[in-house]
C-alpha cells in the first residue's frame, strides 16, 4: 500500500485487491435466474456499464462516478468552458483568433454528451425518453444514487484505470516522483460531497454525477477494450509542452480500462433511477435469465473522430492548486494500434 505519509491522497483501491479476482469482460452469465411467475419478484443481474469520458473514485462499499461536462457552444466558447490551459494553446484570447480556430478546437477536445440506455429492460416513467429498441436518454445535470440490496462490502477493482501509477510506469525516464504528481491529480473534494439539497444544481464541472453502492455479491471491474481487430491499445503520457506525437516507448505503454462495470446482485425489483425532483424512472427485466444493462455514456456523437487529447479535460475536475500548475500535468496519448480510442477512464483521489 502506498504509503500514507504522502499525506496526499487515499489509495482506496488498494484495500479490497487481495478479495478481488481480476475481472474480465462482461460475458454470458454464469447460472440461468428463474423467470418470475406473476406477482413475483425474483432476482436478475443488473449491470451498470459506463463508457467514455468518465473519471472514478472509491470509498468503502461504493464508486462514484464523474461525467465531466465537456459541452460547449463554439461560438461563445470561453476559457473556463475548456480544460485548462487549452483555450490559450488553441490562441482563443488572440485577436482575431487564427483563422482555423474552431477546427482545431473541434479536433482536440470536441464536445461529449452524456446520455443513458438500456438492453434487456421494461422502463417505465421515462417521458424523454427516446422511442426506440435501447430508450436512450439525456442525464445532463443528473445526480444519480444506485443503491445494493446487498448487505456489506463487494469487490472493486479499478487498477486499471489510468492515475498517477500509470504515468510513472509509461514515462520510467522521468525523474518526477509518484508524491509530485499525486499532489496535483486530487479530485476537488467538493465535487464528490453530497447534494445540500435535492433541487440544487450540480457542480458545472459535472455533465453528471453517478454513486453506485457495492454490497457483498456485487463486483465493479476496470475493462480493457479490443478495437475492431481486436487489440487492446496502449497508452502513454504527455505534458501540455509535448503536443507532438507521444512519448514514452511503445513497450513501456500501459493497457488502460475504456470501460467500468458494476454488476449488482439484484434480489429486488424494479430498480428506480431518480434523476431530479419529478424526474424518475423504474427499470426491471424483460427476460429475468438474461443481464438487466444500464449504458451511462459521456462520449462524442460521432464515436469516429478521434480525439487524442480528450483526457486533458479530466483535469477540469481537479483542485484549484493542481489547475494553477496545468503545465505540469500529463494526459493520456494513444501507442501503437493508433485509431479512434474511446477515453482510458482515469481514477482520482480525494485529499485528506
Not at 471491474?221 to 503520457?237: E, T
Request: proline residues 7%.
Amino acid at each position: 500500500m502506498i504509503n500514507r505519509k504522502l499525506g496526499l491522497m487515499t489509495f482506496a483501491v488498494l484495500l479490497s485487491l487481495a478479495a478481488c479476482q481480476p475481472q474480465a469482460s462482461p460475458g454470458p452469465d454464469q447460472e440461468p435466474v428463474p423467470v418470475r411467475s406473476a406477482g413475483q419478484v425474483t432476482a436478475f443481474k443488473l449491470k451498470i456499464v459506463f463508457r467514455g469520458l468518465i473519471g472514478f473514485s472509491q470509498d468503502s462499499g461504493k464508486v462514484r462516478a464523474f461525467l465531466v461536462h465537456a459541452q460547449y457552444d463554439p461560438a461563445t466558447v470561453g476559457p473556463d468552458d475548456l480544460p485548462p490551459g487549452v483555450y490559450h494553446e488553441l490562441g482563443g484570447d488572440m485577436n482575431p483568433r487564427p483563422a482555423d480556430w474552431l477546427d482545431r478546437l473541434n479536433r482536440t477536445v470536441p464536445p461529449h454528451f452524456s446520455s443513458i440506455s438500456f438492453s434487456n429492460a421494461r422502463v417505465s416513467g421515462c417521458s424523454t425518453c427516446d422511442s426506440d429498441h435501447d430508450q436512450r436518454r439525456s442525464i445532463l445535470g443528473a445526480d444519480l444514487h444506485l443503491k445494493s440490496d446487498q448487505q456489506g462490502v463487494g469487490c472493486i477493482n479499478l487498477t486499471r484505470l489510468a492515475s498517477v501509477r500509470s504515468i510513472i510506469a509509461a514515462r520510467r525516464e522521468l525523474t518526477v516522483g509518484l508524491a509530485d504528481l499525486a499532489s496535483l491529480d486530487q479530485l476537488d473534494a467538493t465535487l464528490a460531497a453530497p447534494q445540500p439539497a435535492v433541487a440544487a444544481p450540480i457542480d458545472r464541472r459535472l455533465a453528471a454525477r453517478v454513486e453506485v453502492e457495492v454490497g457483498t455479491g456485487d463486483e465493479v471491474s476496470a475493462n480493457l477494450v479490443p478495437d475492431r481487430s481486436g487489440n487492446i491499445a496502449r497508452y502513454s503520457f504527455n505534458l501540455p509542452s509535448e503536443l507532438i506525437g507521444c512519448r514514452g516507448t511503445i513497450e513501456n505503454g500501459q493497457r488502460l480500462a475504456e470501460e467500468v462495470v458494476v454488476t449488482q446482485q439484484r434480489t429486488t425489483g424494479p430498480v428506480t433511477l431518480i434523476f431530479g425532483p419529478n424526474d424518475r424512472i423504474t427499470v426491471e427485466p424483460i427476460d429475468a435469465t438474461r443481464d438487466v444493462v444500464v449504458n451511462i455514456t459521456n462520449q462524442p456523437h460521432t464515436m469516429a473522430m478521434a480525439h487524442p487529447q480528450a483526457h486533458r479535460w479530466y483535469y477540469r475536475l481537479l483542485k484549484s492548486t493542481g489547475q494553477n500548475l496545468v503545465e505540469k500535468h500529463f494526459f493520456a496519448c494513444r501507442r501503437g494500434n493508433f485509431g479512434p480510442p474511446d477515453c482510458p477512464q482515469m481514477q482520482f483521489f480525494v485529499a485528506q
